[in-house]
């Protein structure tokens, strides 16, 4: 599975912006879909996770209520609806495929998904 991630951009505080992730390969809906970021010297954090069905979704604490993630199966594409942008949402945000279901964990861990996008730069200005 190959992932192309785009969207990303420059915007205000309180601003929207919606990622999107391209996969290509014809079983994209066997994964879970998930979404990471990582910003200038931190490590990279969850922030979004999907199920292969689009049935279940779960997000990190400090996103949550800001945060919709959803897939079209259709489309091979998975998005990532941001509101109410803060700074500290700046940073590069990572898609990634998961062939783990999404369980009590949450799929919140790194090293559970198998395949990585590029990257998309999000950048917040105060």
């Known amino acids: 599975v190959q992932l192309q991630a785009s969207g990303g951009g420059l915007v205000q505080t309180g601003d929207s912006l919606r990622l999107s992730c391209a996969a290509s390969?014809?079983?994209?809906?066997?994964?879970?879909m998930g979404w990471f970021r990582q910003a200038p010297g931190k490590e990279r954090e969850f922030v979004a996770v999907?199920?292969?069905?689009?049935?279940?979704?779960y997000y990190a604490t400090n996103v949550r209520g800001r945060v919709t993630i959803s897939r079209d199966n259709a489309k091979n594409t998975v998005y990532l609806q941001m509101n109410s942008l803060k700074p500290e949402d700046t940073a590069v945000y990572y898609c990634?495929?998961?062939?783990?279901?999404?369980?009590?964990?949450?799929?919140?861990?790194?090293?559970?998904?198998?395949?990585w996008g590029q990257g998309t730069q999000v950048t917040v200005s105060s």
């Open positions: 999907i199920s292969s069905g689009g049935g279940s979704t």
């Open positions: 390969g014809r079983t994209f809906n066997n994964y879970a």
């Open positions: 990634a495929a998961s062939r783990s279901p999404l369980d009590s964990t949450g799929l919140s861990g790194a090293s559970r998904y198998d395949y």
